[in-house]
């Protein structure tokens, strides 16, 4: 009788087990964001002032990229990262072996606004390129 006992135990916690592997919450779906309408526009005084590029002390000037983000899930995207490529009037990438420009607290359902702020070094000619941009995020809180 003490193997059956045994036994039992053994299957009810594969099925707990196997319920737990198949129960995946929503949270963890990565969720895509389209983002249209791309332009830019210098930063206000305020945010420009002093701007060097990350990583050294080489001026930069400060951008303000905006844009639609189109969600289609139906429920709020939040930490949603953008991705893209920036590229000055030659066609040099502004922003070399980087690829994620920053992220999005919350992408409501539907077509909304986004901004987001980078700091090019102020030598790479203009007008800037924006190209390759989207964005994903998740339908529920993740940590970071």
């Known amino acids: 009788m003490g193997n059956f006992q045994r036994l039992k135990a053994i299957a009810a916690t594969g099925v707990l087990v196997l319920l737990s592997w ?15 309408d791309l ?6 005084p305020e945010l420009a002032e002093g701007a060097v590029v990350s990583g050294s ?5 400060c951008f303000i ?3 639609k983000a189109e969600n289609k899930s139906g429920k709020p995207v ?7 490529r920036i590229y000055d009037a030659n066609h040099n990438n502004v922003l070399p072996n980087r690829t994620r420009l920053g992220s999005i607290d919350e992408v409501p359902p539907g077509v909304s606004d986004f901004e987001l702020q980078i700091m090019v070094a102020a030598n790479q000619p203009l007008p800037l390129q924006l190209e390759q941009f989207k964005a994903s995020g998740f339908t529920g809180r993740v940590r970071r």
């Open 78 to 84: 939040v930490n949603a990262d953008i991705f893209g």
């Open 65 to 67: 990229v905006t844009g």
């Open 39 to 44: 332009s830019y526009h210098e930063c206000p």
């Open 22 to 36: 198949l129960w995946t919450p929503n949270a963890f779906a990565l969720v895509p964001v389209e983002l249209s």
């Open 57 to 61: 002390i080489q001026s930069a000037n």
